[in-house]
């Protein structure tokens, strides 16, 4: 499985930076982040990057969102109506639209439009259908990837998903570009029931022969390479690793008021406020919470050279490069050649963060709300029914998907 950057507010330098130290990569552009004039041109940097694709998510997640920058954009409609928008001449001029963006940034795939599912019911699925068939009927040679943004009752509804995998059967598109809303707006999700469906869709489409991309992730969503999703999706700040839709308002300050510098454990699953960094040096088991060296990019080498934690320069930026670089390390080894070997990969994780979460936590070292201790079983019992549900046949096609 493979990591795709997702571009968000201040992610400019960060894209740059680690796509050259990868040799190339995947970026997933915001409109929302770059105005109508900075996108192409700041695509046009990236692809000077040897090895490096665009993707542009097209974010029509709420037709009537007033961000000012993302309705700057040409393809946004200047008068959106429910009622005939996705039967007429304004579907036609938005996919148009989003088609000549998407050659201008070069993209390597064409993401389409899809609206935020408050419920998979007939409305929604026509609209899903209307897009899809008039997207096929656009002269171009770009795969289309099909947007499926779910909220999370709809995500948590088996019944509903259930609809849509068997709905999608009749669809054609190249793949799917899948974003989930998490529950109650946390980070890091503690519904099973959520994480399973979120499962159950990417290996129901990746069985129907579509690719799966999984947009707006964080750490949690490793385990979808157990569903042979191609890629996921993250960033540096919370509104890029989970789907917040009021992002796309006017008035939203996440930015703002996230400012605390978190460091990633890629071992433990968890992340830490550099304090707690500071109590496991004075309890003697800072060790156990330094990467292990196919995780570490040479980002957070002085937090663990010695002096105290806190007293290091430890900023934002090496904070957000080593998470993205530690979760690409991850995602590129989660993705294994059998699919019990995927499910073995995922398990071993999990026992071993679980391990090792239970001596930082009796030591008083905590992640708190980026705290993977109250996580473990939520994926593990996601990945129960994966192997229930779904093992047989992806045991079965695993190498010819």
Excluded at 42 to 66: C, G, K, M, W
Excluded at 341 to 356: F, V
Aim: glycine share 6%.
């Amino acid at each position: 499985m493979e990591l795709y950057l997702q571009f968000g507010y201040g992610m400019m330098e960060h894209t740059r930076h680690l796509l050259t130290q990868w040799g190339g990569g995947t970026a997933v552009l915001s409109p929302r982040d770059l105005d109508r004039d900075r996108l192409p041109s700041f695509a046009a940097e990236l692809r000077s990057i040897p090895n490096t694709n665009l993707l542009v998510d097209p974010q029509f997640y709420l037709p009537h969102a007033d961000h000012e920058r993302l309705r700057s954009h040409s393809y946004w409609p200047g008068d959106y109506e429910t009622g005939g928008f996705w039967q007429a001449a304004p579907l036609t001029t938005l996919l148009s639209r989003l088609l000549e963006l998407n050659h201008a940034v070069g993209s390597a795939a064409l993401i389409l439009p899809g609206i935020l599912a408050p419920d998979v019911n007939e409305d929604w699925l026509v609209t899903q259908e209307a897009v899809l068939s008039r997207a096929l009927s656009l002269e171009t040679d770009l795969p289309l990837l099909a947007t499926v943004a779910l909220s999370a009752d709809a995500t948590r509804n088996q019944d509903q998903v259930g609809l849509l995998l068997d709905r999608a059967e009749r669809w054609q598109p190249a793949g799917y570009y899948l974003v989930c809303e998490h529950p109650g707006g946390n980070y890091l999700v503690e519904d099973p029931n959520w994480l399973a469906n979120v499962l159950d869709m990417v290996a129901g489409f990746r069985l129907q022969g579509r690719r799966v991309v999984l947009g707006y992730c964080n750490h949690q969503l490793l385990v979808a390479a157990a569903a042979h999703a191609h890629a996921m999706c993250s960033g540096t700040w919370m509104n890029v690793r989970s789907f917040p839709p009021d992002k796309f308002r006017a008035v939203y300050d996440e930015e703002i008021r996230q400012r605390a510098t978190w460091y990633y454990c890629p071992q433990a699953l968890s992340e830490y406020k550099l304090p707690f960094l500071d109590i496991a040096q004075r309890q003697g088991i800072l060790e156990i919470l330094a990467p292990s060296p196919e995780f570490d990019g040479g980002y957070c080498g002085p937090l663990f050279a010695g002096p105290q934690p806190t007293t290091v320069s430890f900023t934002e930026q090496p904070a957000f490069r080593h998470y993205l670089h530690a979760l690409r390390a991850q995602a590129l080894a989660a993705a294994r050649a059998t699919f019990d070997e995927a499910i073995a990969w995922h398990e071993t994780a999990l026992d071993s963060a679980e391990t090792r979460l239970a001596t930082l936590s009796a030591a008083g070292v905590r992640g708190q709300m980026r705290d993977f201790l109250n996580i473990v079983d939520v994926n593990r019992a996601a990945l129960a029914v994966l192997r229930t549900t779904r093992g047989p046949m992806l045991r079965h096609s695993w190498a010819t998907l």
